[in-house]
Nanobody, 129 residues
Framework: QIQLAESGGASVQSGGTLKLSCLAS????????MGWFRQAPGKEREGIAG???????SYAEFVKGRFTISRDIAKNTLYLLMSSLQPEDTAMYYC???????????????????????WGQGTQVTVSS
């Protein structure tokens, strides 16, 4: 079973850039459909971006053009590069993995939390105006 650990969360000013990392262990991320999610206080967890095993990426409309999902298979790490951050991006950010034979970025668009079975503990992102 894959274990995930996010890092890179911080407090930044509006308009800033931040890169989150998700280090995997126990299995290789190249065998999973990977996703980034976030949850703000009082709100439901929402999908931000997904990445198929073949490298195909998908993005929720509200982050298109601002966020980029990527991976380094050699480092077994998933990334989320976030630019033009706004206060409404403030949330706990999570990475998650789903069995690639059951979930793809097309079948789960935008990524749905219910489709992903393995989760990290989250990393906090706070954007101030």
């Amino acid at each position: 079973q894959i274990q995930l650990a996010e890092s890179g969360g911080a407090s930044v000013q509006s308009g800033g850039t931040l890169k989150l990392s998700c280090l995997a262990s126990g299995d290789t991320i190249s065998a999973y459909t990977m996703g980034w999610f976030r949850q703000a206080p009082g709100k439901e967890r929402e999908g931000i971006a997904g990445l198929d095993i073949d490298g195909t990426a998908s993005y929720a409309e509200f982050v298109k053009g601002r966020f980029t999902i990527s991976r380094d298979i050699a480092k077994n790490t998933l990334y989320l590069l976030m630019s033009s951050l706004q206060p409404e991006d403030t949330a706990m950010y999570y990475c998650a993995a789903a069995p690639a034979d059951r979930v793809t970025v097309l079948s789960s668009y935008p990524p749905a939390p219910k489709d992903f079975s393995d989760w990290g503990q989250g990393t906090q992102v706070t954007v101030s105006s």
